[in-house]
C-alpha cells in the first residue's frame, strides 16, 4: 500500500447498488467486497421497524439464515440510497472485515455523480454521527473514473447494475448539467439471461437446494463418451423466501452472462447470415446452458435500448449527444478521453464495439479503459484511493470540527 508519510490515513468505500468495495487509500483495488443487497428475517405479520444490527450483511451470512430471509436493497431504481439502516449495516460489516476503526481513518466515499443534496447530508451525518469518522469527502464517481484512467478532463461511461451515466468532466469537476443516464445496466443482462434459460426449459438451482449423490461405475466408460458421475437430490426448506431464492438464481445467471454473453465488435456482419456455434455453461447441478447467436443478444438491450422496447437512445448516440452537447472548446478533449468502469463495462467485446462504431460517427475517438478486468470494474474506487494520497488533497477533508461547527450542510461547499 502506498501511503505518503504527510497523508491522512483514509478507508474508501464505494457503495454500488450491486456490490459494496472497501479498502485503503493509495491501494489499486479495493480490499474487501460484498453484495449491496441485504437479509432481513421477518415473519409474516411483522410490522416493527428495523435496525442496523438486524440486517444480514455478506453471502456467507445470508446462507447461515436461509429460512424466513427476506432479501431487500438500500437503493431505489436511480442509485439512490433509500434505506439508510441497510447501508449502516454494510459500512459496519464492511470496516469489520477490514478490521479498520473509523474514528481513526478518513472516510472517503465514492457517491453517484448525481446525487441530490439531501442524500449527501445524510450520508454525512449517518458518517460522523453514528461511526464518529474523524474526516469526511464525498467524490463524484464520474470524476473518479477519469481519475483512474489519467485524466482530469473526460467523459465518463458508467455500466453499473442498474443504469449507465455519461458525465462529462473538465479540470476535475463535472460539467453543468450536460450528464445522461440510460435505464439499461447489467441486471437487464442478466434477466435476458434469464428468460434464455426459461425458453430453453432449463431451472436455475442453487446449490444449497440440492445434494450431489455421486455413483460409481459398474463398467469402464470410454474416455471420449462423457457420462454423469452424481445424481441429484432436492433439498427442500419450510420458508425460503421468493426475494431470497430470486436473489441466488440472479448470482447463477449472473455467471452465465460473464461466461457466454458479448458483442458483436463487427457490426457490419450480419449474424443472421453465418452459422454461430454453441458455446456452453455447466451449472453446479450438471445442467448445461449453450447459447448460439442468441449470446450477442442480451447485450442489445445496452447498445440499442429500442430493440427491447425502451424509448432510450442508443449508447453510442447518448455518448455523442452529451459531448455534443458541452462547449465545442471541450469536444476534442472529450471524445479523445472517453473513459470506462463498472462491471458491464467488461462484457466482452464491448469496447472494441464501441471503438469502431464511434470512430465511425467522430474522428480523433480515443476509449480509455483497463485490459485487466478488475482494473476497469473498480476504477471508480481505484479513482477515490489515489485521490485521498495526493498531497493537495489533504486540506480538503471535512473535518469533525467543521461538520460541528457549519453544519452538515457544509458539505456542499467542501465537495462541489
Known amino acids: 500500500m502506498f501511503q505518503p508519510s504527510n497523508v491522512v490515513p483514509s478507508i474508501i468505500f464505494d457503495f454500488g447498488t450491486h456490490t459494496t468495495k472497501a479498502g485503503f487509500g493509495g491501494e489499486g483495488l479495493p480490499r474487501f467486497l460484498c453484495s449491496s443487497s441485504v437479509g432481513i428475517q421477518k415473519l409474516q ?179 471420449t463418451v462423457q457420462k454423469r458421475t452424481f445424481d441429484i437430490e432436492p433439498v427442500t426448506f419450510s420458508d425460503m423466501r421468493e426475494s431470497y431464492l430470486w436473489f441466488w438464481k440472479k448470482k447463477l445467471a449472473e455467471d452465465i452472462k460473464v461466461a457466454l454473453c458479448r458483442v458483436n465488435d463487427q457490426p457490419d456482419i450480419d449474424l443472421n447470415s453465418i452459422q454461430i456455434p454453441f458455446i456452453s455453461y455447466e451449472l453446479p447441478d450438471g445442467t448445461l446452458v449453450e447459447m448460439g447467436r442468441e449470446k450477442y443478444s442480451a447485450a442489445d438491450c445496452l447498445l440499442d435500448p ?66 485487466v478486468e478488475a482494473e476497469r470494474r473498480f476504477a471508480a474506487w481505484t479513482g477515490g484511493s489515489m485521490l485521498a494520497t495526493f498531497g493537495e488533497f489533504q486540506k480538503m477533508w471535512l473535518s469533525k470540527a467543521e461538520y460541528e461547527e457549519n453544519g452538515k450542510t457544509f458539505i456542499h461547499k467542501k465537495c462541489a
Not at 453471502?59 to 427476506?70: C, K, Q
Not at 466515499?109 to 454525512?124: G, I, M
Not at 425502451?310 to 473513459?339: A, N, Q, T, W
Request: net charge negative; charged share 25%.
Open 306 to 371: 429500442s430493440r427491447v422496447g425502451l424509448s432510450s437512445k442508443s449508447l453510442v448516440d447518448e455518448i455523442i449527444d452529451v459531448i455534443e452537447g458541452c462547449d465545442s472548446s471541450l469536444h476534442r478533449e472529450l471524445y479523445s478521453s472517453i473513459c470506462f468502469s463498472g462491471g458491464t463495462s467488461n462484457l466482452t467485446g464491448l469496447l472494441e464495439y464501441l471503438t469502431v462504431a464511434l470512430g465511425r460517427r467522430m474522428h480523433k475517438v480515443k476509449l480509455l479503459g483497463s485490459n
Open 45 to 223: 405479520t411483522e410490522t416493527v421497524t428495523s435496525k442496523a444490527s438486524d440486517y444480514i450483511v455478506g453471502e456467507r451470512n445470508l446462507l447461515r439464515r436461509i429460512e424466513g430471509t427476506e432479501i431487500i436493497s438500500p437503493f431505489n431504481e436511480d442509485g439512490f440510497v433509500e434505506n439508510w439502516e441497510a447501508l449502516e449495516a454494510i459500512i459496519s460489516y464492511s470496516s469489520t472485515q477490514l478490521s479498520a476503526d473509523l474514528s481513526t481513518n478518513a472516510v472517503l466515499v465514492v457517491e453517484p455523480s448525481q446525487n441530490p443534496k439531501k442524500e449527501r447530508e445524510k450520508l454525512v451525518e449517518l458518517l460522523f454521527e453514528k461511526f464518529d469518522v474523524p474526516a469526511i469527502y464525498l467524490l463524484r464517481s464520474a470524476v473518479a473514473t477519469c481519475f483512474a484512467n489519467g485524466r482530469y478532463t473526460g467523459c465518463a461511461v458508467e455500466l453499473g447494475a442498474r443504469g449507465t451515466e455519461i458525465t462529462p468532466v473538465f479540470e476535475g469537476a463535472i460539467v453543468g448539467n450536460k450528464s445522461s443516464r440510460l435505464n439499461v445496466g447489467g441486471e437487464h443482462l442478466t434477466r435476458y439471461v434469464l428468460s434464455q434459460v426459461d425458453e430453453k426449459g432449463l431451472q436455475l438451482n442453487p446449490f444449497f437446494t440440492f445434494r450431489k449423490k455421486f455413483l460409481q461405475d459398474e463398467e469402464p466408460v470410454e474416455e
